[in-house]
């Protein structure tokens, strides 16, 4: 429950912003430029005199989108190749592993500054870019689950009986799978939304004025010295989704782990 409160509250910053908040993100005041907290401004105002609490649930909407949109293409594409992988033929997996071997060998900021040089900076650039370097660390997780579920007794039995690949696939190496896989991705959401906010720091992701954390500590940066709060503003939001999907993940996996429900009730 720990857990699920600050991912409710960012999802919903992310639906509803209206309901949070009644400034502009975007408006620009500058008369009250670089302004510290108050009642009037909450979290107080950058360098163009906007609102931070406003740029803060507003961010959320494309941040929190592009990280579960993209833990989702990831983990359904290394879902379909770990399986095929580490139970279909020896030549495919061992493609496979060269092709994530060579994609993790690249250095992610150059990649991702051609990425940016092909399609400009946009939201599909930053999909493309955490998708590329996401599926590699699905598939081989995957892939080591199917390896080990391979040599069990019910898929030797299942193949004995003249079951095909496709039915053990779909039958017991999915099902096994999915509960880990759904636990790595929560818990690897943190990790997304960190390199969505770095390369968004660096001005290779969303760009002005559309509000997003990255951008908020680009701006606290550059502006440290005049006004402290707007990077303490612009890292709240990530801390809170990391702590939120950590604890979210260690959550599913005490639900989902046999072995984790075993020890509780003996320990009852």
Same mark, same amino acid.
């Given at each position: 429950?720990?857990?699920?409160?600050? /991912?409710?509250?960012?999802?919903?910053?992310?639906?509803? =912003?209206?309901?949070?908040?009644?400034?502009?993100?975007?408006?620009?005041?500058? @008369?009250? +430029?670089? *302004?510290?907290?108050?009642?009037?401004?909450? %979290?107080?105002? $950058?360098?163009?005199?906007? $609102? %931070?609490?406003? +740029?803060?649930?507003?961010?959320?909407?494309?941040? /929190? @989108?592009?990280?579960?949109?993209?833990?989702?293409?990831?983990?359904?594409?290394?879902?379909?190749?770990?399986?095929?992988?580490?139970?279909? =033929?020896?030549?495919? $997996?061992?493609? %496979?592993?060269?092709?994530?071997?060579?994609?993790?060998?690249?250095?992610?900021?150059?990649?991702?500054?051609?990425?940016?040089?092909?399609?400009? =900076?946009?939201?599909?650039?930053?999909?493309?870019?955490?998708?590329?370097?996401?599926?590699?660390?699905?598939?081989?997780?995957?892939?080591?689950?199917?390896?080990?579920?391979?040599?069990?007794?019910?898929?030797?039995?299942?193949?004995?009986?003249?079951?095909?690949? @496709?039915?053990?696939?779909?039958?017991?190496? %999915?099902?096994?799978?999915? @509960?880990?896989?759904?636990?790595?991705?929560?818990?690897?959401?943190?990790?997304?939304?960190?390199?969505?906010? &770095?390369?968004?720091?660096? &001005?290779?992701?969303? *760009?002005?004025?559309?509000? $997003?954390?990255?951008?908020?500590?680009?701006?606290?940066?550059?502006?440290?010295?005049?006004?402290?709060?707007? /990077?303490?503003?612009?890292?709240?939001?990530? /801390?809170?989704?990391?702590?939120?999907?950590?604890?979210?993940?260690?959550?599913? +996996?005490?639900?989902?782990?046999?072995?984790?429900?075993?020890?509780?009730?003996?320990?009852?």
């Amino acid at each position: 429950m720990i857990g699920s409160i600050p /991912i409710i509250v960012i999802v919903l910053w992310a639906l509803l =912003p209206g309901l949070f908040t009644g400034h502009d993100p975007v408006a620009i005041n500058p @008369g009250e +430029r670089l *302004q510290g907290p108050s009642l009037a401004h909450l %979290l107080g105002t $950058d360098q163009l005199g906007r $609102d %931070l609490y406003a +740029r803060i649930i507003y961010g959320a909407r494309p941040t /929190i @989108g592009i990280a579960l949109g993209s833990s989702m293409i990831s983990a359904s594409a290394g879902l379909f190749l770990g399986l095929f992988g580490g139970y279909g =033929p020896r030549l495919l $997996d061992s493609a %496979l592993l060269l092709i994530c071997d060579a994609i993790v060998s690249l250095p992610m900021i150059i990649f991702a500054l051609a990425v940016v040089a092909l399609v400009g =900076p946009s939201i599909f650039g930053l999909v493309l870019i955490i998708v590329t370097f996401s599926i590699p660390v699905y598939f081989r997780f995957v892939r080591t689950q199917a390896m080990v579920l391979r040599g069990t007794e019910y898929v030797k039995a299942a193949r004995a009986i003249g079951a095909s690949p @496709g039915f053990i696939i779909a039958r017991h190496l %999915l099902p096994n799978v999915l @509960g880990p896989l759904l636990i790595m991705m929560a818990m690897n959401i943190p990790s997304v939304i960190a390199l969505e906010s &770095g390369l968004s720091f660096l &001005g290779q992701g969303i *760009q002005p004025p559309t509000p $997003d954390w990255g951008s908020m500590l680009n701006d606290g940066y550059s502006y440290i010295r005049q006004g402290t709060h707007v /990077i303490i503003a612009g890292s709240l939001p990530i /801390i809170f989704a990391t702590i939120g999907f950590t604890f979210f993940g260690e959550a599913l +996996r005490d639900a989902l782990d046999p072995r984790s429900s075993g020890r509780k009730a003996r320990d009852t």
